[in-house]
């Protein structure tokens, strides 16, 4: 298992540093990887581990109706942590994470976009290492179908929530592009597109803004 593991490091590494030729998204999903098998090699995958603990949380997702979509993001943490694996981020921060959606305009700011970007980007990460575990686990344990079937499905359901919050950090990530921040992190005006957005969709509570803060 072991050398498998450094295999995959040194592979990982090859992407990382094979050249200017490479696109910064490729960079950043070897990475993404990198950590994540940094984080299998620490835990020195076993059966043992993939029957005892893999198997078990992801018997629990299945009963909870964990699908890895955005609502079920923050049960499929709180039951990976509770069988000792997918630590890096709080339950509750997921919560508050997928929770709220887009803040309402009067809340935003430039400071909590960042944070979220920032959570959301590391939840991501948390689950691209949870999916790894549960593949190299479903690869150990090929022999007992259905302790592997179980595992490929924690092994499907945290690599859609793994996209799912990649795809949430993007979207405040193009939330923060469209506002202009001022030197203490709020925002003194939002561009042209979102001022319309948000028109649109709340005008009751836009037009009590100033002038300034909106862009008006």
Sequence with gaps: MRAMT???????????????????????VAVALLAA??????????????????APAAEEMAAVGVDGYNSSLAALIEIAQRHG?????????VRDL????YLAVGQINCSSLDAKAEAAQRLSRVLTGIAWLYT???GLTVI??????????????????????????ADYRAQRSKVQCSSEGGIEWFRPAA???RAAVDPAIFRYFSPRSCGA
């Design 6 to 28: 450094e295999w995959m490091l040194k592979k990982t590494m090859a992407c990382c540093c094979g050249g200017a030729a490479g696109t910064s998204r490729a960079v950043l």
């Design 195 to 197: 001022r319309a957005t």
């Design 144 to 169: 007992a179908p259905p302790v592997a079937g179980v595992l490929g499905f924690g092994a499907l359901v945290s690599g859609i929530a793994a996209t799912a919050a990649g795809w949430l950090a």
């Design 98 to 101: 997928v929770g709220g959606g």
């Design 136 to 138: 190299i686990g479903a």
């Design 85 to 93: 694996f997918g630590y890096g981020i709080s339950p509750e921060e």
């Design 37 to 54: 098998c940094v984080d299998v090699q620490a835990r020195q995958v076993s059966a043992e581990f993939a029957e005892g603990s893999l």
